[in-house]
T-cell receptor, first 113, second 111 residues
Framework: ELKVEQNPLFLSMQEGKNYTIYCNYS?????LYWYRQDPGKSLESLFV?????AVKQEGRLMASLDTKARLSTLHITAAVHDLSATYFC?????????????FGEGTQLTVNP | GAVVSQHPSRVICKSGTSVKIECRSL??????MFWYRQFPKQSLMLMAT?????????EQGVEKDKFLINHASLTLSTLTVTSAHPEDSSFYIC???????FGSGTRLTVV
């Protein structure tokens, strides 16, 4: 059974600081997603990582994937208040019944002025 | 890009009634759609995988007779919560295909 673990689960940081959220998963996967969720809203897709060594950047967020270590990171640079949200990683696996996404527990990020 | 539409966004129903939630892929076809449930402050839990033209695959612990799934076309899947009870109150979110794109979610409140 695939397990996806994120850490930290809660992160409070000051504006202007950098930090990294980690996502570990337990079995081989062919793609990994990062999502943002604001309170009361659905998921907003941030990144899809498809291969070992993949790195994608959008604004102050950068995601990377190491399939050998089964680890993905979401790096936040010079945080701003607008980044406050819950961030989920999700790993897609192919099974005999089809593909499915398994989510991490989520990281609740609060950026303080 | 791929867009998934979900309706309604919010529904309040009386205990014992049934509620239908629709999930549509707007600009692509999806042989597979996924239904998730999210309780407050928790992650998303996969309830079932909806397959066009065949029976849905339910996750362990999800009652298939309570959560009826129909995937009648390549762009539409529906989830019907039958005989809803207050403990079914939750945020239900669908996803279509392998793009990892999600609908806007349905907040269900059973009173």
């Amino acid at each position: 059974e695939l397990k996806v673990e994120q850490n930290p689960l809660f992160l409070s940081m000051q504006e202007g600081k950098n930090y990294t959220i980690y996502c570990n998963y337990s079995t081989t996967s062919d793609r990994l997603y990062w999502y943002r969720q604001d309170p009361g809203k659905s998921l907003e897709s941030l990144f899809v990582l498809l291969s070992n060594g993949a790195v994608k950047q959008e604004g102050r967020l950068m995601a990377s994937l190491d399939t050998k270590a089964r680890l993905s990171t979401l790096h936040i640079t010079a945080a701003v208040h607008d980044l406050s949200a819950t961030y989920f990683c999700a790993v897609m696996m192919k099974e005999t019944s089809g593909s499915r996404l398994t989510f991490g527990e989520g990281t609740q990020l609060t950026v303080n002025p | 890009g791929a867009v998934v539409s979900q309706h309604p966004s919010r529904v309040i129903c009386k205990s014992g009634t049934s509620v239908k939630i629709e999930c549509r892929s707007l600009d692509f076809q999806a042989t597979t759609m996924f239904w998730y449930r999210q309780f407050p402050k928790q992650s998303l839990m996969l309830m079932a995988t909806s397959n066009e033209g065949s029976k849905a695959t339910y996750e362990q612990g999800v009652e298939k007779d309570k959560f009826l799934i129909n995937h009648a076309s390549l762009t539409l899947s529906t989830l019907t919560v039958t005989s809803a009870h207050p403990e079914d109150s939750s945020f239900y979110i669908c996803s279509a295909g392998r793009q990892g794109v999600f609908g806007s979610g349905t907040r269900l409140t059973v009173v």
